[in-house]
């Protein structure tokens, strides 16, 4: 059974940083890419960053691009999501995501003063 959970959620005034954590289990963690996406109210889900199986291949949305790391530590089957330098516009409803199909119940960032 697959299972991502999302952490480190919460809020956070402009300019300020948050570390997101998901933890994975029921399959191979280290053979699979893993992204972060968000989802604003009234808005689309959108893709925030992506990491490869092995870490050495980073994208970014260029809305976080400069300001959001994505990485990842297989030997504990976890990814995260660095933001740094948040603005009120980053508040959403944050998702990880394994590219199989399967997502976490996410966790909530709320950027303001």
């Known amino acids: 059974q697959v299972v991502l959970v999302e952490s480190g959620g919460g809020w956070v005034q402009p300019g300020g940083s948050l570390r997101l954590s998901c933890a994975a289990s029921g399959f191979t963690f280290s053979s699979y890419a893993m992204s972060w996406y968000r989802q604003a109210p009234g808005k689309e889900r959108e893709l925030v960053a992506g990491i490869s199986s092995g870490g050495g291949s980073r994208s970014y949305a260029d809305s976080v691009k400069g300001r959001f790391t994505i990485s990842r530590d297989n030997a504990k089957n976890t990814v995260y999501l660095q933001m740094n330098s948040l603005k009120p516009e980053d508040t959403a409803v944050y998702y990880c995501?394994?590219?199989?199909?399967?997502w976490g119940q996410g966790t909530q960032v709320t950027v303001s003063s």
């Open positions: 995501h394994v590219n199989f199909g399967y």
